[in-house]
Structure formats: structure tokens, C-alpha cells
Nanobody, 117 residues
Framework: QVQIMESGGGLVQPGGSLTLSCAAS????????VGWYRQVPGTERELVAV????????TYADSVKGRFTISTDNVKNTVYLRMNGLQPQDTAVYYC??????????WGQGMQVTVSL
């Protein structure tokens, strides 16, 4: 069984910053891809950022390029999302995921990020 511990969501003013983190533990090995999605109620889940743990390659949604940074601590099985220059349109529930080699992804429960005055 896989446990995922999340932290870092909350309320921030426009222009502010937050760092989200997810730590995976339990029966999860050889993680190959980690990343973040977000979802606004009534809309489809949107890919925010993804990273290959093999070579560090990253992909970002156009809407967050230059503002968000994904990083990992492979020893701790932890993925981070540093979000700078937050705007109201970044308000969403953010989900992390970990994809092991030859296995299905494990997902966090989701963290609310609200950008508002």
C-alpha cells in the first residue's frame, strides 16, 4: 500500500508564492515519473508539470512556464512544486502523482490553492 503525505496548499494573495510537496512511502519503488495536475470544479484536470526521475527532464503547461518549478528529492520520494507569481487563475485543487516503472500511478488526495485578495 502506498501512502502520500501532502503539504503546502492554502490561501495566497496575487503575486505571492507557495511551495507544494508530496512525499510517497510504503509499497512504491523505482519511481520513474512524478508530477502535478490541477483541477477547477466543473473542468477537466490539467497537467501542470511533470518530471522524469531518470534524466530530470521536465514539461510544463504553457500557463505556468517561467513561474512554476517542479523538483524532486529521489531519496525521500518527494516531489515539490514551487509556484511564484501566483494569479487568481491558478486557483484550483492540485494533485501530485508518482508513477513507478511498469506500474500504475499513485495520486495524492489533492490540495486546495486559492489565490485571492
Amino acid at each position: 500500500q502506498v501512502q502520500i503525505m501532502e503539504s503546502g496548499g492554502g490561501l495566497v494573495q496575487p503575486g505571492g508564492s507557495l511551495t507544494l510537496s508530496c512525499a510517497a512511502s510504503g509499497s512504491i519503488f523505482n519511481i520513474r515519473v512524478v508530477g502535478w495536475y490541477r483541477q477547477v470544479p466543473g473542468t477537466e484536470r490539467e497537467l501542470v508539470a511533470v518530471m522524469s526521475t531518470n534524466n530530470g527532464g521536465t514539461t510544463y503547461a504553457d500557463s505556468v512556464k517561467g513561474r512554476f518549478t517542479i523538483s524532486t528529492d529521489n531519496v525521500k520520494n518527494t516531489v515539490y512544486l514551487r509556484m511564484n507569481g501566483l494569479q487568481p487563475q491558478d486557483t484550483a485543487v492540485y494533485y501530485c502523482f508518482f508513477t513507478p516503472q511498469n506500474s500504475r500511478a499513485s495520486w495524492g488526495q489533492g490540495m486546495q490553492v486559492t489565490v485571492s485578495l
